[in-house]
Nanobody, 110 residues
Framework: QEQLVESGGGLVQAGGSLRLSCVLS????????IGWYRQASGKQREPVAV??NRRNAESDRFTLSRDNAKNTIHLQMNSLKPEDTAVYYC?????????WGQGIQVTVST
């Protein structure tokens, strides 16, 4: 069964950094669409950094990388702001199916 397992969330002060990791099992690690979404309380889920057909979509503060030897992707988040507080989800799309991790909380304090 395909799985996405996130780690690395937690509490950080504004201006700090966190790195999230996601281990993707099976063939979904090689999906053409893979990355991270987030959902803040009371808001819709939104993309944070997503590879689409090997092309990056990142912001100046967030960087997506992958470790092929470990079937893992990382989201490096710098200069965090309180508005970055959300549940972050690892995501992949493959062969018409959506795959989501269980979500991990990131809280940025002032």
């Amino acid at each position: 069964q395909e799985q996405l397992v996130e780690s690395g969330g937690g509490l950080v002060q504004a201006g700090g950094s966190l790195r999230l990791s996601c281990v993707l099992s099976g063939y979904i690690f090689n999906s053409n669409i893979i990355g991270w979404y987030r959902q803040a309380s009371g808001k819709q889920r939104e993309p944070v950094a997503v590879w689409r057909n090997r092309r990056n979509a990142e912001s100046d503060r967030f960087t997506l990388s992958r470790d092929n030897a470990k079937n893992t992707i990382h989201l490096q988040m710098n200069s965090l702001k309180p508005e970055d507080t959300a549940v972050y989800y690892c995501y992949a799309w493959n062969d018409g199916r959506h795959y989501w991790g269980q979500g991990i909380q990131v809280t940025v304090s002032t």
